[in-house]
């Protein structure tokens, strides 16, 4: 249940506040004016993004490398979620490449992954 709590506020972090304030501050998408498009936003953002993370993480946990298995797949599930987002109109990209997409999300993954590995293990330490 920790563990489960632990990598949504991380992906929370990680995705919405930095990724978010990195895109907006290089004009890399173009956001709409309409509340309800931000409101759908920050749905994708806060609620969808890391839930799917946190279901690769959970779907994922039983061997070590069914994670690296599985990683490009669950990258295409994300980047399809940001492609559908742009199609429907949430945002748009402006300057945005498909290839930072990737290294945006395997860098979210890796880091998540390590953090993970950290907080099991401190964890188990105090478990004792």
Known sequence: MFEIMFIWMCAMILDHNV????????????????????????????????????????????????KWIWLPVGIAVLIGVEYLSDVLGVFEHTRWNLWWSVIEWFAVFVVLNYAWLWYRKMLRKERG
């Open 19 to 66: 990724m978010t304030v990195v895109t907006l501050n290089l004009g890399m998408y173009q956001f709409t004016e309409s509340p309800s498009d931000y409101l759908a936003l920050t749905l994708v953002r806060i609620v969808i993004l890391p839930l799917l993370i946190v279901w690769y993480f959970d779907i994922t946990s039983m061997k070590a490398y069914q």
